[in-house]
């Protein structure tokens, strides 16, 4: 594992390729943040029924995940450059396919192949390869609080992109320009994005790859979906990490917005400040992790922030009014991404430098799966804004669920920098 103190010269300048992944991360989140609020009302516009939504938003994410499983498990070995070059043409296809057509097949294929996200959350093989990336520019001591850091970016990123969305879509609609153009207007930007990013992707250094030294001892060991000690590990914490997904599937962001939509007849706008304040809110959250990591440990940071916000959650639909609701809801965001970093620093912590990609895109992947499944759910409980408010009773519940399960089985276990912390 890399171990670097805390006042390291390297890390007094940070190396070029992190700065290049946060402004990747800044772009493609904007983009995110975009076509999560725009994503459902779309196919609503398109006259889809709430299965034909359902099945689409389950297809995007299923997708999504089998893509992001074979791109991350070979990206140690094949290259990461050559892999997140890939994983931004099929962001470009995604969009631009959503914003070309109104045909219900060619956007299931493309929501299957292409990347699209529904939710404002990472989607495809990015995050897993550019966090294993940013591990190798940076200490183990620094790993948390960069990912914070690099989290926090995204988090406003997508605010950023769902307000510029909400604001575009009514001054167009405004205008006189059907919905359904205002809508593809912005499928077209998120493709044009997804081009910068492919250029972007190209000044990555070999200081971002795998030293070779571990390439050959990988290419010694055993593998299975790229990993080979750490499988165990790597494959119990993908379980849970599906469950917490499933459960969050119920209320993406784009289900939320719905939800908004149909309980208070929000406009655009409206429905775009909320989710800016939002993602504001779950951003800056993520920062204090680093702290709470450094003294409680990553693991109690991850179990211990995420209960109250999993409560906040369920009491969201019982509000009677707009503010009240957007009001438990912010609290909900601003402690919810406490344990996102903490999660993402711990899976790199306890594997091997050769299978930091891997590890990572496996564990994306059981996340995208367990939450690709639940729109399944999800659709049939669209048509009313009380039958869709049960959607935030399932997903707190589970989510509670899934915080004790994952306490209990790995409270033993440790990062290496912090294995004199007390169990």
Known sequence: MDQEPANSPRLRTLPSDVVLLFATRVLRMLAYGSSSLVLVLYLAALDFDERQIGLLLAMTLLGDAAISLWITTVADRLGRRRMLIAGSLLMVLGGVV????????PLLLAATIGVISPSGNEVGPFLAIEQAALAQNVGGHERTRMFAWYHLAGSLATAAGALLA???????????????QSYRSIFLAYAVIGVVLGVLFLRLKPASEVPQAERVQQRAGRLFLGLHRSRGVVLKLSALFALDAFAGGFVL??????????????????????????NVLAGFSALVAAALARRFGLLRTMVFSHVPSNVLLILVPLMPTLPLAVAVLFLRFAISQMDVPARQSYTLAVVAADERSAAAGVTGVARTIGASLSPLFAGPLLPTAATARSLFFIAGGLKLVYDGILYVLFRRLHAPEETDKPE
């Open 98 to 105: 959503f914003a070309g057509t109104s045909s219900f097949l």
């Open 253 to 278: 962001q784009s289900l939320i917005v719905y939800w908004f939509k149909l309980r208070f007849d929000a406009e655009p706008a409206t429905l775009g400040g909320i989710l800016f304040g939002a």
């Open 166 to 180: 909400g604001l575009s879509v009514q001054v167009q609609q405004g205008l006189g320009t059907p919905a359904v």
